[in-house]
């Protein structure tokens, strides 16, 4: 089956630091690919769509400077947090489509991110 | 804007019970997805329904679709412990394909 990848698991950085997430799909090209945030015991909010060759489209509230996705290649997306922030530590999960509009989501492993 | 909404938020129930989850989503959907989640994992896909009266089963889950209610159950029979986890639905607005999630649903199976 479809698998994604995440990288890193776990990352703890100092405030002011910025961190970079990798999403890739291993065994299929994903010209779309969706980075949710996840803060503990809620549910899952979207943050961006990333479009390979294309600027990501951000969800309201998102803050695009903070946020940097880029997505260069079929088979990967990185989400960089910039000037990271306590507030900024949560969950993030990537996720992407094998085929298909209504194709369910693959997801991640996620990334905890600990701002100290 | 498509609202998306699951009770019960927490479900404590024993092994050999059966027990329902509802999704109730707000707009027109033309997909809806369910997700399960284990503490600090990610999310593995359990169904997906398309269309106005679809049933998916697995094991001791079950899944339906009432486009027109705008409704979606999960269905647990004869729970296990091993079906501890938290659940999600997730709905997809007509020709939008971005996901909404649901609020979960954490689920504890009592022995």
Redesign the interface.
């Known amino acids: 089956g479809a698998v994604v990848s995440?990288h890193p698991s776990r990352v703890i950085c100092k405030s002011g630091t910025s961190v970079k997430i990798e999403c890739r799909s291993l065994d299929f090209q994903a010209t779309?690919m969706?980075w949710?945030r996840q803060f503990p015991?809620?549910?899952?909010?979207?943050m961006a769509?990333s479009n390979e060759g294309s600027k990501a489209t951000y969800e309201q509230g998102v803050e695009k400077d903070k946020f940097l996705i880029n997505h260069a290649s079929l088979t990967l997306s990185t989400l960089t947090v910039t000037s990271a922030h306590p507030e900024d530590s949560s969950f993030y999960?990537c996720?992407a489509?094998l085929a298909g509009?209504?194709?369910?989501?693959?997801?991640?492993?996620?990334t905890?991110l600990t701002v100290t | 804007e498509l609202k998306v909404e699951q009770n019960p938020l927490f479900l404590s129930m024993q092994e050999g019970k059966n027990y329902t989850i509802y999704c109730n989503y707000s707009t027109t959907s033309?997909?809806l997805?369910w997700?399960r989640q284990d503490p600090?994992?990610?999310?593995?896909?359990l169904f997906?329904l398309?269309s106005n009266g679809a049933v998916k089963q697995e094991g001791r889950l079950m899944a339906s679709l009432d486009t027109k209610a705008r409704l979606s159950t999960l269905h647990i029979t004869a729970a296990v412990h091993d079906l501890s986890a938290t659940y999600?639905c997730?709905v997809?607005a007509f020709g939008n394909?971005?996901?909404?999630?649901?609020?979960?649903t954490?689920l504890t199976i009592i022995p």
Do not use: C, W
Not at chain 1, 102 to 109: I, K
Not at chain 2, 97 to 104: A, D, I, N, Q, R
């Open positions: 995440q779309t969706f949710y015991k809620q549910s899952l909010m979207l769509t999960i996720s489509r509009f209504a194709s369910p989501l693959h997801f991640g492993n996620g905890r | 033309d997909r997805y997700y600090g994992k990610s999310l593995e896909s997906v398309l999600f997730a997809g394909e971005k996901l909404t999630f649901g609020t979960g954490r």
